[in-house]
């Protein structure tokens, strides 16, 4: 539950550490733990650490975060919706994995912010094509990971009139 309560975007990151690849592949791991509708195989990841694949990606859309400001990411690949039982839940099959990698990183002490890509047009073909995606398999985002500049703190942004009983 701490995780959960601690966990927010992180835009600072100590570059001179990295994140080892085995404690990546542990985090797609936990985003496979996700529910899907019907259990589909509708994603994929790529671990980004390469510097000379960061430094392409300096010059595509970017939200708050630039992305030579971290020095690790994870890209989730959304598999080509005309292959799915079920395409339209694609997206949110990929945002509830999306949120276990986020919440695992922040469990082992890592900083994390999530980096939307889809359905910005621009940016999904930007991305697919730096990283090779292609067969109507697409870039849906992109989560930052690193050792964290910042500290973590509880953000509490539950209001109580948002919960209604029976009927809205």
Same mark, same amino acid.
């Given at each position: ?9 992180i ?6 550490k990295?994140? $080892? ?10 985003a496979?733990y996700a ?11 790529i ?27 994870i890209a ?13 839940m694609? $997206? ?26 889809? $359905? ?17 398999? /697409? ?9 964290p500049?910042?500290? /973590?703190r509880?953000?509490?942004? /539950?209001? $109580? ?8």
């Amino acid at each position: 539950m701490d995780a959960i309560k601690l966990r927010r975007s992180i835009r600072k990151f100590d570059l001179s550490k990295k994140i $080892p690849y085995d404690t990546l592949v542990e985090l797609c791991k936990y985003a496979s733990y996700a529910p899907t509708a019907r259990r589909q195989i509708d994603k994929e990841y790529i671990i980004i650490d390469s510097e000379e694949v960061i430094n392409k990606m300096k010059d595509l859309p970017h939200g708050t975060l630039k992305y030579e400001d971290c020095n690790t990411y994870i890209a989730l690949v959304a598999k080509d919706p005309n292959s799915l039982t079920i395409p339209g839940m694609e $997206p949110i099959d990929l945002g509830m994995a999306a949120e276990n990698i986020l919440i695992k990183a922040c469990d082992l002490g890592f900083g994390s912010c999530y980096l939307g890509v889809y $359905p910005s047009e621009e940016r999904m073909k930007s991305f697919n094509e730096l990283l090779g995606v292609n067969n109507n398999d /697409f870039v849906f985002g992109i989560i930052a990971l690193g050792y964290p500049k910042e500290e /973590f703190r509880e953000w509490d942004k /539950f209001d $109580p009139n948002t919960i209604h009983h029976n009927k809205y």
